[in-house]
């Protein structure tokens, strides 16, 4: 079975930092696209960015200039550091990857981590 485990979540003060981070484990060939999606109450899920094994990223437009994605490829792990954050960011934050086991490929999502940004 594949796992994604997140972490690195919490309350932060507006202008404030985080970095998020997501392992995958399990019976893994190959990650194809890793990201990050996140969704706030009453919300729909929007994307906040994507990133390829070669390292190609795809930001949300609200995301743009404050938000890095990066991934270990060797760790399997995909990284976001969030930067000059706001209130509106506060969301539940969920990883998600495009993994190929021995068997086949499949979409695979996280069980989420809670980000707040409130003073």
């Known amino acids: 079975q594949v796992q994604l485990v997140e972490s690195g979540g919490g309350l932060v003060q507006p202008g404030g930092s985080l970095r998020l981070s997501c392992a995958a484990s399990g019976n893994i060939f190959s990650i194809d696209i890793m990201g990050w999606y996140r969704q706030a109450p009453g919300k729909q899920r929007e994307l906040v960015a994507v990133?390829?094994?070669?390292?190609?990223?795809n930001y949300g437009d609200s995301m743009k200039g404050r938000f890095t994605i990066s991934r270990d490829n060797a760790k399997n792990t995909v990284y976001l550091q969030m930067n000059s954050l706001r209130p509106e960011d506060t969301a539940l934050y969920y990883c998600?990857?495009?993994?190929?086991?021995?068997?086949?490929?499949?979409?695979?999502w996280g069980q989420g981590t809670q980000v707040t940004v409130s003073s």
């Open positions: 998600n990857a495009d993994i190929w086991t021995f068997s086949e490929r499949s979409n695979y």
């Open positions: 990133i390829t094994s070669g390292g190609s990223t």
